[in-house]
DNA sequence: TGTTATTTCGCAACATTATTGCTTATATGG
DNA sequence: CCATATAAGCAATAATGTTGCGAAATAACA
């Protein structure tokens, strides 16, 4: 995995990227008139930062609470035997489940792999470890940790970071 | 905080909910089409959906990789006093950084935060850490975790559990 | 610094898409 | 089984996105 070759942006382009960080639903005149140009060639640059692949993807963030989703859990899972055979089991087995919103495969003693998974209450959780999580094989550490609150969460990246 | 109160929502909406959690960029015509309606029905459900607030808000993902940010860190935070002061002071900074995605308060005996933060490399990581992580008044422990693999992530909700 | 080449802009025309009014159909409840 | 409410589809309208092209600005080079 060769280092990434960083785009040239200059800055209108980062103001059309934090724009649209923060939102998706944007029109493309609105954001024309939000980093001061006329709609085409604001649709231009959009094209071409997909084309790019700068910009990934849009999504659409729904309201858990409201879908009766209210768990959320942050779970450590340590690994007995660190072969690429458990690691690619237990990743197709967890992209597999759709209660994963994140996990991450981390540094540190602790835990091999972080997830993020939301389930609509405590037995649901219970089912999801017991059931799915703990049946992969390999699997030998898990600790739970509940969210209480959600002070931060968003997809935005610091865009003061990049160079332009 | 009472229950949140559940919206009726039939399959159609929840055959929309899904197809807009995976592709938000879809056009009303695609999205009528995928769950098999008319635009007209369709685009009046989405703006339902919308006003009851089910529908939060539209993101744009954006590749770090490209964009020279190349450091992702799962922060685990413990406070030395757990007055509500000094938890409300923690968040209200931490929400100020642009480095920080996701912060979430949570249950456990190791962290009471846990923090996911991207910057561009381990320089940015540790100006982070040193001149605004530790700087907090109350942050007694943290232990940092760096991301070596991206398994899952997306924002999109388990939606077989919604009750239709 | 003058000149050329390249890029990007904005206008206007065109194409596509979203939205609204209204009628018809489909459920719901008495 | 009829009355009422809810949602669908069609067609017209409104809004938005996209493209070609000439002008302007910027950058590159002599």
Redesign the interface.
Known sequence: MRK?E??KLDRTDLRI?EA??????LTNQQLAETVGLSPSPCSRRVQKLEA???????????????????L?V?IQISMDRHTPERFANF?EK??SY???????????Q??D???KV???DID?YQHFLLNKITRIEGVSGV?????????????????????T
């Open positions: 990434q960083l785009a990227l649209l960080q923060h939102n998706g639903g790019a692949g700068i910009i990934l993807k849009r999504e659409t963030v729904l309201d858990a609470r409201k879908l009766g989703l209210d959320t942050i990743e967890v992209a759709p209660e994963v919103q994140q996990c991450y495969l981390v540094t540190g602790e835990a792999y972080l997830l939301v389930v609509p649901g600790h739970s940790s509940f969210v209480m609150r959600r002070v931060v969460d968003t997809a935005a990246l610091p865009l003061n970071y990049v160079e």
